[in-house]
Nanobody, 128 residues
Framework: QVQLVESGGGLVQAGGSLRLSCAAS????????MGWFRQAPGKDREFVAA????????YYRDSVKGRFTISRDNAKNTMYLQMNSLKPEDTAVYYC?????????????????????WGQGTQVTVSS
């Protein structure tokens, strides 16, 4: 079992920046990839970004490309999401997730059903 704990959420004005962190513990040797998802009130959970545990390829939803950057520090078992130029529509609870299966296609990276472990979420609120 992998435990995930997010941090770094908060309230920021439009155009501002936040950096989310996700610390993994437990059976971290099982992790093949990690991702960020978000859920706004009244909406379904949606994919934001994903990164394999090794390698350099990354995946993003179109609306955050050029503004968000996903990264990881394997030595610290931690994943990050740097969010710049934030917009009110980015307001949501952000969840980190880990999967024990490798990402082969972008569709797999974006599908929440492929992720085995989830954090408790951290609130991001962007005011206009």
């Amino acid at each position: 079992q992998v435990q995930l704990v997010e941090s770094g959420g908060g309230l920021v004005q439009a155009g501002g920046s936040l950096r989310l962190s996700c610390a993994a513990s437990g059976r971290t040797f099982n992790i093949q990839a990690m991702g960020w998802f978000r859920q706004a009130p009244g909406k379904d959970r949606e994919f934001v970004a994903a990164i394999p545990w090794t390698g350099t390829i990354t995946y993003y939803r179109d609306s955050v490309k050029g503004r968000f950057t996903i990264s990881r520090d394997n030595a610290k078992n931690t994943m990050y999401l740097q969010m710049n130029s934030l917009k009110p529509e980015d307001t949501a609870v952000y969840y980190c997730a880990a999967r024990g299966a490798r990402i082969i296609t972008p569709a797999q990276a974006m599908a929440n059903v492929g992720y085995d472990s989830w954090g408790q979420g951290t609130q991001v609120t962007v005011s206009s």
